[in-house]
């Protein structure tokens, strides 16, 4: 079946300090969207990718859908205590299921 | 806009008892999912529900563990009987479309079995 993995498993930065997280796809996707989940909450949509290498901002968030379709990035710009979570990608193979990658936990050193 | 709603917040049952977990969708969202956290294996996907019928129940992890969707607005996952590995945070979502669709979550309900 299809499998989503992520890395890293942690990130521990000082605020101001850059962050990237990558998501890698056992087979091509459909689309990829991006969840933050903060701690003691729940997942919250950020965005959704569909084209071939497209890019997208959000604020000091940048997303990327691979040429192949087939792996993303998101990268913070300059953490903020605020960016503190763990981030998911979730991606799907046009099974009309999502399969969720296993997350990134960002811890920001103020 | 209420976002979708679960009940209880946190659950505390001995091993051995029966523990319901109850979900409203967002209305007007027709695809539902059960979805179990925990830190050793992460986000799971345990059933989803499109228009009340259940079309993928693989992940659910044994016969103790069962998922109904009796109406549009309401569905319950129950666990009968309960062991201290089912401790984790449930959380229900729903999207509207298929499963492929944008996923919101509810608060999740934390579930402890002593």
């Known amino acids: 079946g299809q499998q989503v993995m992520q890395i890293p498993q942690y990130q521990h930065v000082q605020e101001g300090e850059d962050f990237t997280t990558y998501c890698n796809s056992s087979?091509?996707?459909?689309?990829i969207q991006w969840y933050k989940q903060r701690p003691g909450g729940h997942p919250v949509f950020l965005i959704q990718?569909?084209?071939?290498?497209e890019v997208k901002k959000q604020k000091r968030l940048t997303f990327q859908f691979g040429e192949a379709k087939k792996n993303s990035s998101l990268h913070i710009t300059a953490t903020q205590t605020t960016d503190v979570g763990t981030y998911f990608c979730?991606?799907?193979?046009?099974?009309?299921?999502?399969?969720f990658g296993g997350g990134t936990r960002l811890m920001v050193k103020p | 806009d209420a976002g979708v709603i679960q009940s209880p917040r946190h659950e505390v049952t001995e091993m051995g008892q029966e523990v319901t977990l109850r979900c409203k969708p967002i209305?007007?969202?027709?695809?539902l999912f059960w979805y179990r956290q925990t830190m050793m294996r992460g986000l799971e996907l345990l059933i989803y529900?499109?228009?009340?019928?259940?079309?993928?129940d693989s992940g659910m992890p044994e016969d103790r563990f069962s998922a109904k969707m009796p109406n549009a607005s309401f569905s319950t996952l129950k666990i009968q009987p309960s062991e201290p590995r089912d401790s984790a945070v449930y959380f229900c979502?729903?999207?509207?479309?298929?499963?492929?669709?944008?996923?919101?979550f509810g608060s999740g309900t934390q579930l402890s079995v002593l």
């Open positions: 979502a729903s999207s509207h479309g298929t499963g492929a669709e944008k996923l919101f």
């Open positions: 087979t091509t996707l459909s689309n």
């Open positions: 990718l569909v084209k071939s290498g």
């Open positions: 979730a991606g799907d193979n046009a099974g009309n299921m999502l399969t």
């Open positions: 209305s007007g969202h027709n695809s």
């Open positions: 529900f499109n228009n009340n019928v259940p079309i993928d």
